[in-house]
């Protein structure tokens, strides 16, 4: 592996009592799509915010391409961000707001212009360059949010949770766009998010973090089959947590978990059904066991007819020992 | 209920605007004195009262004072409410309450301060003096309507200009006055209209340099002249137009967003 483009090397960040980022050191290759994920408050945006030059750590170094950004300001590294709120300049008609980094850079303007309308097209977005900002539709105002950061060709793009005022149906195309761009221009994407769906979809690593520290660092399918820890396993998808005699903690998938009318086998749990949720082609079965614990199984619909369980009905929940899966303290 | 409101709305419009309506009728009336049924139409009283030297001067004043002091009431004003926007600091509180104090001290007191000041300073019955007071009268004005626009803004634009290679002036010239623009232009002509029909503190402030309000009274002491009328009519329109030039940008700006 060459020099990694983005090393956070023992970041802290805290605002007067308060830290939001307790120790971070985490390396970024280049051309890696890498999602920090995990909940509101977990410190993953002022991670963003301070890799972009937005706010200073309070201690630790942040290196891009071997070169520290200490006392670099925001404008002078190359680290566009495309905004939750876009942020898009409501005075300037789309090509302008596509030509703004190029003109802050001192390109010219038949240059600027030429450019700015490459990206446009290559967006879709071809006949709207005269068009004002509010004339735009959510995915559209996405696109030129997208071409404004992109046209400076740099090394790397920032996302700050781009896609949470989309609807469901343009949430799952613009990721299909994302993933394509990343694809074809070969830069670093560094995606801050708190939906998992965004994050395994599109990222080749997936770095949770809960209260200002990295939980787990890993490839989607890693994290999600094997969770580090407890929160991790929480946090992420539909986990069972179980705690042994001896009071470590293990987690089972909820696909991994099979429902039966009638008993099935020794290690299977007798449970209470109490209700059930719609995941789209699967069906979430909420079952509780006689001390009280919750037990979700993911099972498909014929399952579920076959079953057809009343509120209050025994089932019983089984998985295999291989479903099992340890989790470490933290 | 409904219609005993209305009607009390209808009076208090009346009674705001009766008098000047009135005005305006009669600096078209024909007859010396203000009686119905009216005479006929005409112009007599705006020649007689423009063919006068010292109206022109007066004129001349109010408008280098209005627009002087609007250009610095605009500027102080945007520099306060950029400062409150962009800046936590300690006092802010403080800060703030003395940016927007001038308008709740009443205005004799105001102008018998000025006065006073003014003296002290041997800028008392010179154009500057009104200038100076006028902008202090104004800037709270202009800052009230820069801050309104400024907590419009999406937070994340300033930056998003850095993040795009714009240095801090180049945020200020490329993002924050354009978007405040419709605002900076409605705060000109807002000061302005203030500063054009101050009376008060001009009258204690501006000693042989008289504007408009000032000599309109001197006038008025004098005798009944209906070239008042005339005088007045002038005034409001031109009055009248910026604060509706203001309005019209303040709402404009409302849909841009």
């Known amino acids: 592996m060459t020099e990694p483009l983005v090393v956070f090397d023992g970041v802290v960040k805290r605002y007067g009592d308060v830290t939001a980022v307790k120790h971070l ?19 993953k945006t002022t991670s963003l915010r301070m890799l972009a030059g937005l706010e200073d750590p309070s201690a630790g170094d942040i290196r891009i391409g071997g070169r520290s950004m200490k006392d670099i300001p925001a404008h002078e590294r190359d680290t566009p961000l495309v905004w939750q709120s876009l942020a898009l300049f409501p005075f300037l008609n789309v090509r302008e707001n596509v030509e703004f980094g190029l003109k802050m850079r001192g390109v010219s303007a038949p240059e600027r212009r030429t450019r700015a309308g490459d990206w446009l097209d290559r967006m879709g977005m071809k006949d709207f360059g005269a068009r004002r900002i509010d004339q735009l539709s959510g995915g559209q ?18 996302l700050d949770e781009p896609l949470s005022a989309l609807d469901a149906h343009l949430v799952i195309r613009m990721q299909g766009v994302l993933t394509r761009l990343q694809r074809e221009l070969g830069i670093t994407f560094v995606y801050v998010t708190h939906s998992q769906s965004e994050a395994f979809a599109m990222a080749d690593r997936v770095v949770i973090m809960g209260e200002g520290e990295i939980a787990q660092i890993g490839t989607p399918h890693e994290v999600y089959r094997a969770p580090a820890t407890r929160f991790v396993a929480e946090f992420v998808g539909r986990n069972n947590i179980f705690t042994r005699p001896d009071g470590r903690e293990f987690s089972v998938a909820a696909d991994r978990v099979s429902v039966a009318s009638q008993r099935p086998d020794d290690a299977a749990v007798e449970c209470s059904f109490i209700s059930e949720e719609f995941a789209g082609t699967s069906i979430v079965l909420y079952l509780e066991t006689a001390t009280g614990d919750e037990i979700k199984a993911s099972i498909d619909e014929a399952t579920l007819s076959a079953l057809d369980p009343e509120p209050g009905a025994t089932l019983w929940a089984s998985w295999g020992p291989d479903a099992e899966h340890e989790l470490g303290k933290g | 209920m409904r219609a005993v409101l209305l009607l009390y709305l209808a009076a208090v419009f009346v009674f705001v605007f009766a008098p000047i309506v009135a005005s305006i009728v009669f600096s078209f009336n024909s007859d010396r004195f203000p009686t119905i049924p009216l005479g006929s139409f005409s112009m007599e009283w705006y020649v007689k009262a423009f063919s006068d ?7 001349k004043n109010s408008l280098i004072v209005s627009v002087c002091a609007a250009t610095l009431s605009t500027f102080i004003g945007f520099a306060t409410a950029y400062t409150d926007y962009r800046y936590g600091f300690r006092f802010k509180g403080a800060y703030i309450a003395l940016a927007l104090l001038p308008p709740t001290v009443p205005l004799i007191i105001l102008a018998l301060a000025m006065l006073a000041w003014l003296s002290q300073l041997g800028l008392s019955g010179t154009l500057t003096g009104i200038v100076i007071a006028h902008t202090v009268l104004g800037a709270p004005f202009a800052m009230a309507v820069t801050r309104l626009r400024l907590s419009q803004m999406d937070p994340s634009l300033e930056a998003a200009a850095w993040n795009l290679g714009a240095s801090e002036w180049s945020a200020m010239r490329h993002v924050i006055l354009p978007f405040c623009l419709p605002a900076i232009l409605s705060a000109f002509c807002l000061t302005a209209a203030v500063s054009f029909d101050e009376f008060a503190v001009a009258w204690f402030v501006s000693g042989l340099n008289k504007t408009v309000p000032v000599m309109i009274l001197e006038i008025l002491q004098g005798n009944v002249d209906p070239r008042i009328n005339a005088i007045g009519t002038v005034v409001f329109l031109t009055s009248m137009t910026l604060v509706i030039a203001a309005q019209l940008l303040l709402m404009a700006k409302g849909k841009s967003t």
Do not use: H, N, Y
């Open chain 2, 53 to 59: 030297e010292g109206v022109w001067v007066a004129f």
């Open chain 1, 141 to 158: 105002k996405q696109r030129v949010a997208l071409a404004r950061s992109l046209v400076t060709e740099p090394e790397m793009l920032l």
């Open chain 1, 25 to 43: 050191d985490l390396t970024i290759d280049k051309g890696e799509f890498v999602a920090l994920m995990g909940p509101s408050g977990c410190g």
